[in-house]
């Protein structure tokens, strides 16, 4: 069972990010930030590869049905103390 994302920019700083598993999808809205995309990931990478790597970390952690609905990006870090880290070194291509 293959696991595919979408990332769709759906405003400035808004995306809509779609799982699907199987015959099963979860739908999320995420917000973003200039200062925050640039904490995250120092503009390596556009808004929506930060979105969609950040989703990858979520769901190497929890079930996508687990994740939020509607969140702001750097919430993660709530829940994950560890993904500013990890996410910078993800992005940088470090391990």
């Given at each position: 069972?293959?696991?595919?994302?979408?990332?769709?920019?759906?405003?400035?700083?808004?995306?809509?990010?779609?799982?699907?598993?199987?015959?099963?999808?979860?739908?999320?809205r995420?917000?973003?930030?200039?200062?925050?995309?640039?904490?995250?990931?120092?503009?390596?990478?556009?808004?929506?590869?930060?979105?969609?790597?950040?989703?990858?970390?979520?769901?190497?952690?929890?079930?996508?049905?687990?994740?939020l609905?509607?969140?702001?990006?750097?919430?993660?870090?709530?829940?994950?103390?560890?993904?500013?880290?990890?996410?910078?070194k993800?992005?940088?291509?470090?391990?």
């Open positions: 069972m293959g696991r595919e994302m979408e990332v769709k920019k759906k405003a400035e700083g808004e995306y809509e990010v779609t799982v699907r598993e199987g015959s099963s999808a979860t739908t999320h995420v917000t973003l930030r200039a200062a925050d995309w640039h904490s995250l990931c120092k503009g390596r990478v556009t808004p929506e590869e930060l979105v969609r790597r950040s989703f990858e970390f979520l769901l190497e952690r929890e079930p996508k049905e687990a994740i609905r509607e969140f702001d990006l750097p919430v993660i870090a709530k829940y994950f103390p560890e993904y500013p880290r990890k996410i910078g993800l992005l940088s291509g470090s391990t």
